[in-house]
């Protein structure tokens, strides 16, 4: 006969307790708001791939070649700051510049063409004219002056008429003084166009 069946049941009950205890461990009590690690939740962490230490400039060997580098960094900065400023990047441009509002007036006054950037070759002329003897050029050179004098005046209102439109239905709760955008855009108008900084954005012509 099978030792099987010679065996008692409750030789075959206390076998069958003693392996699932050993199968089954039970696992020591935790402190309260205990998190498992990943280890434990069998979440395998993947490795970081090294990328390699940043390389940076050496130190300098003397106070000279400190002064050296410093001058070389800050003539860098100074170059980013300026291209910048000229490109309209908020972070570079002076308080002036800063502001929806004033990036609005800019476009308004780029995309026409303004009396104003004339006037500053307009006077030249006219003070080369009157330093002239000749009663009648001085008369024609006075005659052009208070042309370009009208002419610029006409067009700043038409500028400030444009702005004040432009800012209030686009902007209108704006806390920027309206007198100050009007004199903004009206020294950016007498401005020519190539030396206007920050830059056009916008061509002339362009619908605002």
């Not at 972070?91 to 950037?117: C, H, K, M, N």
């Not at 070759?121 to 006075?142: H, Q």
């Not at 309206?178 to 056009?200: A, E, Q, W």
């Amino acid at each position: 006969m099978s030792p099987l069946f010679r065996r008692k049941p409750a030789d075959l009950v206390e076998d069958a307790t003693s392996s699932v205890s050993q199968e089954v461990t039970p696992e020591a009590p935790r402190p309260k708001g205990y998190t498992p690690s990943k280890k434990e939740l069998g979440v395998v962490t993947p490795k970081r791939v090294s990328t390699g230490r940043r390389v940076q400039d050496p130190a300098p060997a003397n106070r000279k070649e400190a002064y050296k580098q410093m001058r070389e960094r800050q003539r860098a900065e100074r170059a980013e700051a300026a291209e910048g400023m000229r490109n309209g990047d908020e972070r570079y441009l002076l308080a002036r510049d800063r502001g929806p509002e004033r990036s609005l007036v800019r476009d308004i006054v780029d995309s026409r063409r303004t009396v104003g950037s004339w006037f500053i070759g307009g006077a030249v002329i006219v003070l080369i004219g009157s330093s002239v003897p000749d009663p009648t050029i001085r008369y024609i050179s006075t005659l052009i002056w208070a042309f370009l004098a009208l002419a610029v005046l006409v067009d700043s209102v038409l500028i400030a008429r444009k702005i004040k439109k432009l800012v209030k239905a686009r902007f209108p709760e704006t806390g920027q003084r309206m007198g100050s955008l009007y004199l903004y855009g009206i020294m950016r108008g007498l401005t020519f166009r190539r030396m206007r900084v920050p830059k056009p954005k916008v061509d002339l012509g362009t619908k605002i």
